[in-house]
């Protein structure tokens, strides 16, 4: 298998009522929680989410043992990078990593970064993917082809990635993978998010979004990338439920919805949790949307129609595209 990389809507003027960034606290969060998962629901009082946010951003572009090259995996995880940055985040950057690097750079992360319970762990990880048998595999930049019988000594198995993301003391985790293969670790959901945040969303949970799914191409074309930017500036209706913050559950549910339209079901995102009763319960904010105006800006619709043009021209031409 290889794998390749409705109209634009403002976020309501209500924003940012139920949840709060700290000032002069970057990577806290204060969350509004409500009696029950009704919109109308009483308030229960506020709960300090998290104490720090950190982020590990991964792109791969340069192969090495046989995986054709990439042309977006650096540039989409410095994009990435940079707006994770501007929301809070201590973001660590990492490009190119062979295997070794890769396993030593995850481990880490999850565990260093991972050792406050009061943290949320994100993670971005643009390049190749692979699945062999319904077991999916991230694909390093020394990797060899998945039909060598060293191809799984050197790929990072999803089954060895969700024993790390168990490892992370952090109550949060969400790992967003530019890349397909089978959703080996994790149950994918299908489910509109509920119109209030209660007290369940501060349980643990571990978290992921596949830009595809197995044996399906990813477009390398950035299109992924620019929308889960777009979501998390509120440029786009990604909080589907209007409350204030972009969740996992809503940024799954958006970029699953957007990109099977866009690309006519040749792509299919793949979103959900652990497959664990102790990591299947909260939800992941990601990001305290700001308020937006009414009136749609002209450049953001200049860029949705860009987004949505190069879907198109991608689909046309599947058979010819640099593949993930």
């Known amino acids: 298998m290889t794998a390749a990389r409705h109209q634009l809507q403002t976020i309501p003027a209500l924003l940012a009522l139920l949840i709060c960034a700290i000032p002069g606290m970057a990577g806290e969060l204060v969350v509004e929680i409500k009696a029950s998962e009704k919109a109308d629901a009483a308030s229960l009082g506020q709960v300090d989410l998290y104490q720090e946010s950190y982020a590990l951003v991964i792109g791969n572009d340069n192969y090495s043992n046989g995986w054709p090259r990439l042309s977006n995996g650096i540039k989409d995880a410095t994009a990435v990078a940079d707006e994770l940055t501007r929301q809070g985040y201590e973001v660590e950057l990492k490009t190119d990593l062979d295997s070794a690097e890769l396993k030593s750079t995850l481990r880490n992360f999850f565990i260093m970064r991972g050792q406050n319970p ?49 490892l992370a003391e952090s109550k949060h985790v969400l790992a967003v993978f530019d890349s397909c293969f089978a959703g080996t670790i994790f149950t994918a959901q299908r489910g509109t998010p509920p119109a209030a945040i209660t007290r369940a969303v501060t349980y643990p949970v571990r978290q992921f979004l596949t830009s595809g799914d197995a044996d399906q191409f990813v477009f390398d074309n950035g299109a992924f990338r620019e929308l889960f930017v777009r979501a998390l500036r509120g ?10 913050y972009l969740t996992a559950s809503d940024l799954g549910f ?71």
């Not at 949705?304 to 021209?313: D, H, I, K, Q």
């Open 118 to 166: 009061e943290a949320r762990l994100l993670l971005w990880y643009a390049g190749h993917g692979q699945t062999i048998k319904g077991e999916g595999f991230l694909v390093a930049t020394d990797t060899p082809l998945s039909d060598k019988p060293d191809f799984k000594l050197s790929a990072i198995h999803m089954r060895d990635f969700g024993s790390w993301v168990r």
């Open 235 to 244: 440029e786009e209706k990604s909080d589907i439920n209007s409350d204030g």
């Open 254 to 324: 958006f970029l699953s919805d957007r990109i099977t339209n866009l690309t006519q079901a040749n792509q299919t995102p793949r979103y959900g949790k652990l497959r664990d009763k102790d990591y299947d319960r909260g939800d992941f904010i990601i990001a305290v949307l700001e308020q937006q105006s009414l009136l749609v800006d002209k450049s953001i619709k200049v860029q949705a129609t860009e987004t949505e043009n190069l879907m198109w021209e991608s689909v046309r031409q599947i058979d010819t595209l640099t593949s993930y």
